[in-house]
């Protein structure tokens, strides 16, 4: 499989899993699944107003604030406070989760992987970024804030422009801005 640029400009609005508002969807895999039976699925999402998040049993989810004064998120009766740009936050999809915006609408980044098959971790680099993917991992890059260019071939990606790399193809970064990078690792017999 090569490498695949993902334009932010060819992405369509879709809803929620619960009706609440609308979502940008970066990538998912299998290519074609829905919110039932994605592997994965990545995707940004522009919150205006308070409200419970979808559930996805089985899920594990990670959200990144991308722009807005945050959110808190009561998970399972536990308060979080989600206000600073850039550091994800991992907590079970499953949970029951209830969102109270701080001062207004946000953009969030967020991350689910279905916990028996896959692991996910989202790291940020703020320079420049060599990528790896080992056996059983894909990676994808997207740039939060400002730019990225792919060294190799000077493919230059904007704001929320993205990148998926598979197992065993790399590539290194030049960022001017913030990238992150979403290690998905599939687990044995997964």
């Known amino acids: ?11 369509a609005p879709t809803p929620w899993k619960n009706g609440g508002g609308l979502t940008y969807e970066v990538a998912v895999h299998p290519r074609d699944a ?3 039976d994605f592997d994965w699925r990545i995707s940004i999402a522009d919150v205006a107003s308070a409200g419970p ?5 089985g899920v594990d989810r990670i959200i990144t604030l991308i722009d807005g ?3 808190v998120l009561t998970v399972d009766g536990a308060e979080h406070r989600v206000d600073a740009p850039y550091e994800p936050f991992p907590f079970p999809g499953d949970a029951v ?19 028996a098959r896959m692991t996910a971790e989202v790291r940020v680099a703020r320079s420049a970024a060599e990528v790896r993917p080992t056996a059983g991992t894909d990676v994808l890059a997207v740039v939060l804030d400002g730019s990225a260019v792919l060294r190799h071939n000077s ?8 990148v998926l790399l598979p197992e065993g193809v790399g590539a290194d970064f030049a960022v001017q801005g913030v990238l992150a990078l979403v290690d998905l690792v599939r687990r044995s017999g997964g």
């Open 34 to 36: 829905g919110t039932d």
């Open 155 to 162: 493919i230059r990606l904007g704001r929320l422009d993205a």
């Open 69 to 71: 004064p945050g959110m």
């Open 97 to 115: 989760t209830e969102c109270d915006l701080l001062d207004g609408p946000i953009v969030d980044f967020n991350v689910m992987v279905r916990r």
């Open 53 to 57: 998040f979808s559930a996805f049993p």
């Open 1 to 11: 499989m090569a490498v695949q640029i993902l334009r932010a400009d060819d992405r």
